[in-house]
């Protein structure tokens, strides 16, 4: 192996650590998809951690500054192909083997940054930080899985989308309490949290609801090498979404709704019987 492509494979597995360390859920999705995108995904993953990591986390430092630094860097990465930051160029290389857009990245950065100034969300805010904060990275791994193939990808922009979208209204349910009460924030518009009623949920559930229905059928249109994969993250966050259905709003707001480890091991035994010759055989 030669030194540069040693540094290749180093930068590679520091986004799988990233990964394994911040998701467990998520390490379960890709390992199902075919091993020869694992690292692919596994950078996406680790790009887009280390970016909500300063607006999320880095709480007693400069957010803004290290956020236009990093974005900085992203696009140097990009533009040079190279890039002494390990997430940024195993980001890098997936972006160019397989032709990523400049607009996904700079849709998410916008995102991103919106979380550093947004507290409250009209409707038309709301919509855009969903697409650059989770439609984008779902559009960025379709580009992985289609590998170049323009129609298919086109095909399947659409539920892409709303299946990234659906995923972050769910992760909005979940951490209603550290997002309102810790960060001040409120994503979904037109709704008080200081009067949180069950009616104001059930309008949000009707919204995710629609998006994994108009989701799902294109789970068996996505190449085969990668359906198990995307039907185990699809299983795993429709039942993190069935919990919060059956959870009171006022309980929403003060605890934070999990799949517990065992049922999360019943929905894998449920994509082995679906997918049980693909799976084994690779």
């Given amino acids: 192996m030669t030194p540069i492509n040693q540094y290749h ?4 597995e520091i986004s799988e650590l990233i990964t394994h360390r911040y998701s467990t859920s998520f390490t379960k999705g890709i390992k199902l998809l075919h091993r020869s995108i694992h690292k692919e995904i596994y950078s996406i993953y ?5 970016t909500d990591e300063i ?3 880095f709480h007693n430092h400069d957010k803004k500054a290290l956020l236009d630094q990093l974005k900085e860097q992203t696009w140097q990465a990009i533009n040079e192909k190279i890039s002494t930051n390990p997430v940024l160029h195993a980001f890098q290389i997936t972006y160019h083997k397989f032709q990523f857009t400049p607009d996904l990245v700079e849709a998410f950065f916008r995102s991103m940054e919106m979380d550093l100034t947004q507290s409250r969300y009209d409707d038309l805010l709301y919509n855009e930080y969903i697409y650059g904060s989770a439609e984008v990275v779902g559009l960025m791994c379709l580009h992985v899985f289609t590998d170049k193939n323009k129609e298919l990808y086109n095909q399947l922009i659409k539920p892409a989308k709303r299946l990234g979208a659906a995923f972050q209204k769910v992760n909005f349910l979940r951490d209603l309490k550290s997002d309102f009460a810790e960060r001040g924030r409120t994503y979904f518009p037109k709704v008080d949290f200081t009067r949180f009623s069950n009616e104001d949920k059930q309008n949000i559930e009707s919204d995710i609801d629609a998006d994994f ?3 799902y059928p294109a789970i068996d249109i996505l190449p085969e090498k990668v359906q198990p994969g995307v039907y185990t993250a699809f299983i795993y966050y429709r039942e993190l979404f069935y919990k919060i259905q059956k959870t009171p709003a006022s309980r929403i707001q003060q605890t934070r709704i999990r799949v517990p480890d065992w049922h999360k091991l019943i929905l894998l035994g449920r994509t082995y019987i679906r997918y049980p010759s693909r799976i084994l055989s690779w």
């Avoid at 494979?9 to 590679?12: A, E, F, K, M």
């Avoid at 680790?46 to 280390?50: D, I, Q, S």
């Fill in 213 to 215: 229905k108009a989701a």
């Fill in 46 to 50: 680790g790009f887009v951690r280390l």
């Fill in 55 to 57: 607006v999320d986390t």
């Fill in 9 to 12: 494979q180093l930068c590679g």
